[in-house]
């Protein structure tokens, strides 16, 4: 059983930064990709940045590109992301998951395990 559970959410100023962190059991965790979503109320979820099983290649969503940085540490089963320069546009629930494919990817689908979430909130 994969389980995925995500720490370090909490109130900023716009402008300042958190590190959120997802730290997985269940299964080898340097074999896959892991990814960060987002869903603020009202919205669907939405993709954040993506990691490669090894950390060489990542993806992000343009929304997120040059303030977010995804990172992982696989000795500690642990996938991070950084958020620099926050927005109150990025206020959300924000999840990390996992699946059973190799790619690097976007596509919700391709997630099949999810973590709780945790709170980011933006005050202006």
């Known amino acids: 059983q994969v389980l995925l559970v995500e720490s370090g959410g909490g109130l900023v100023q716009a402008g300042g930064s958190l590190r959120l962190s997802c730290e997985a059991s269940?299964?080898?965790?340097?074999?896959?990709?892991m990814g960060w979503f987002r869903q603020a109320p009202g919205k669907e979820r939405e993709f954040v940045a993506a990691?490669?099983?090894?950390?060489?290649?990542?993806l992000y969503a343009d929304s997120v590109k040059g303030r977010f940085t995804i990172s992982r540490d696989n000795s500690k089963n642990t996938v991070y992301l950084q958020m620099n320069s926050l927005k109150p546009e990025d206020t959300a629930v924000y999840y990390c998951a996992t699946g059973e494919g190799i790619s690097v990817t976007a596509m919700v689908y391709e997630y099949q395990y999810w973590g709780p979430g945790t709170q980011v909130t933006v005050s202006s």
């Open positions: 269940g299964r080898t965790f340097s074999r896959y990709p």
């Open positions: 990691i490669h099983r090894s950390g060489s290649s990542t």
